[in-house]
Nanobody
Framework: VQLQASGGGLVQPGGSLRLSCAAS????????MGWYRQAPGELRRMVAS???????EYADSVKGRFSISRDNAKTAVYLQMKSLQPEDTAVYYC?????????WGEGTQVTVSS
């Protein structure tokens, strides 16, 4: 599986962004997928996951603000982010859940700043 995250950028506090993850490879629809983020000096952490059947889970820090979804026909995973805050600034990655080292891509930078 190859994963490419995109959609990051610079946004003001309170703003919104939608991240996309394009997946290539077989068996995508049977894999749980997740979005992860890593801020400078911090560990990479999961922020949201979606199971093969569409069930979702979120880190407490993003509940009510972020929404993960998947489109199996397009082999894509999305992360809709709203009410962004400076502490959401990080590089965002997509991967399977649990993550596999070989699937980490470059990620996409999200910067929340006025």
């Amino acid at each position: 599986v190859q994963l490419q995250a995109s959609g990051g950028g610079l946004v003001q506090p309170g703003g919104s962004l939608r991240l996309s993850c394009a997946a290539s490879g077989s068996d995508f629809s049977n894999k749980a997928m997740g979005w992860y983020r890593q801020a400078p000096g911090e560990l990479r952490r999961m922020v949201a996951s979606v199971s093969a059947d569409g069930s979702t889970e979120y880190a407490d820090s993003v509940k009510g603000r972020f929404s993960i979804s998947r489109d199996n026909a397009k082999t894509a995973v999305y992360l809709q982010m709203k009410s962004l805050q400076p502490e959401d600034t990080a590089v965002y990655y997509c991967n399977t859940d649990p993550p596999r080292g070989l699937y980490w891509g470059e990620g996409t930078q999200v910067t929340v700043s006025s």
